[in-house]
Each structure stands twice: as structure tokens, then as C-alpha cells.
């Protein structure tokens, strides 16, 4: 999968995906990523982004220019074209496995107040939130969706790292689970998981899921 991401802040992504299985995919090419400044498509002395809003109000928006020029410079026939901002629909699992099936992604990261609404109605096949805060730039959310996609693509997961979507394929949360000692500062490991007892200890974690989930994420059970 190719992935391509326009942001005001290049330097906030190295680190994060140039470790570990991130890394790892992208040495092996099952990952091209590419990071790009928004203001290499500016024209002017001052690599002007942003500009007041029409009708007035606080703050800066992105302008349109310099999006669009970027973006039809970067994009192909293929390419699915993503605003992260905190209007966007909430991103979750299933997305990410919707992304996943995707050939190449341009995720486009806003700064300021917001985008001129011309680029989301003329270029943006969709809009992600991470969550219903504010952060400071799109370039956390941005790296959120990638790691989140990137683990997804066949060939990322050695057998050990896979299989652990659990929590979002069965809709519960994880059962609670224990390594040794068997005892570590007073705290006991459940009797039942050390009794070689398959079926019961099948019983047990289902139980616990199902208690874990309705405390904690209620959501999720209705
Ligand atoms: N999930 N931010 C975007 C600028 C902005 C503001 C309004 C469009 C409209 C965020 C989030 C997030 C901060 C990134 C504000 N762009 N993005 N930025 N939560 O908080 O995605």
C-alpha cells in the first residue's frame, strides 16, 4: 500500500513510524510511505497556507491553492483522498479495515481553525476524526490511522503479533490474563487458570469479557 500524507509539520513524523513493525513494513515494501510539506506548493515569498475566514470569526483557515495543487500533484486514478479533522466520522476498527483493501491513501492534515470548504467538497473522498477532542495539527491523527492500517496489510504480523484484534472482532473487550509469579505481592492468579481445566478456563474468560465489557464499555454490548 502506498500512503502519502500532507501536513505543516513534516518533522512530527519521524520517530513513531520509524520504529517496529511500522519500519519493518516499510524496509520490506509492503508499506511506501511518503511524507510531504504543504508548503513546497506555495508560490509566494512568505509560503503562505492559511488565510482569514470570509463573514469574519476567529482564526486562520487552510487555503485552497495550495491543497489543490498538492493533492492533484500527489493523487492517482486509485488514490483515496482522507481529511483528518475533528468533523470527520469517528474513526474505529472497521474502518481501518476498510482502508486496509485501499491501493494507496493521501491523508490530509489540518492546522488552524479548519480547511476552506471547497476542499472538502471538491477533493475529499472522506473525512476521519481519531476521537472528540482537539488536538493542536492532524499529524497524531494521521499517524494514528496509518499504524492502524499499516499492522493490518497482509505480510506485517509475524504469527506472535497477530490474531490480537480480539477485542474489536468479537465486540467484547479482552478477558483478563496473567504470567507468572503466581502470586506477586499478595495478588493471587485466578485458581481456575492454573488448572489445566480447558473448558472451564474457556467459561472463565467468556464471563470475565462479558463483566469487563459491560463495566467498562457499556457501548459496545448495546
Ligand atoms: N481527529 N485536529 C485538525 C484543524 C482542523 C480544525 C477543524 C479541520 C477542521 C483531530 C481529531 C483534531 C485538531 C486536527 C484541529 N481541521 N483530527 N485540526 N480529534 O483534533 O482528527
Known sequence: MKIDVLTLFPAMFAGPLDESIIMRA?????????????????HDRHRTVDDRPFGGGPGMLLKPEPIF????????????VILL??????????????????????????HYEGFDARIRQALAHDELSIGDYVLTNGALPAMVVIDTVARLLPGVLGDDE?????????????????????????????????????????????????????????????
Do not use: C
Request: no cysteine; net charge positive; aromatic share 6%.
Open 26 to 42: 516499510r524496509k520490506s515494501g509492503i508499506l511506501d510511505l511518503k511524507i510531504h510539506n504543504l508548503r513546497d506548493w506555495t
Open 69 to 80: 495543487e498538492a493533492v492533484e500533484s500527489l493523487r492517482r486514478e486509485t488514490t483515496k
Open 85 to 110: 479533522s475533528p468533523s470527520g466520522r469517528k474513526f474505529n476498527q472497521a474502518i481501518a479495515r476498510e482502508l486496509a483493501r485501499e491501493s494507496d491513501l493521501l491523508l490530509v492534515t489540518g
Open 162 to 222: 497477530s490474531s490480537h484484534d480480539e477485542s474489536f472482532s468479537h465486540g467484547l473487550l479482552e478477558y483478563p490474563q496473567y504470567t507468572r509469579p503466581a502470586e506477586f505481592r499478595g495478588m493471587k492468579v485466578p485458581e481456575v487458570l492454573m488448572s489445566g481445566n480447558h473448558a472451564e478456563i474457556e467459561k472463565w474468560r467468556r464471563e470475565q469479557a462479558q463483566i469487563r465489557t459491560a463495566k467498562d464499555r457499556p457501548d459496545l454490548l448495546s
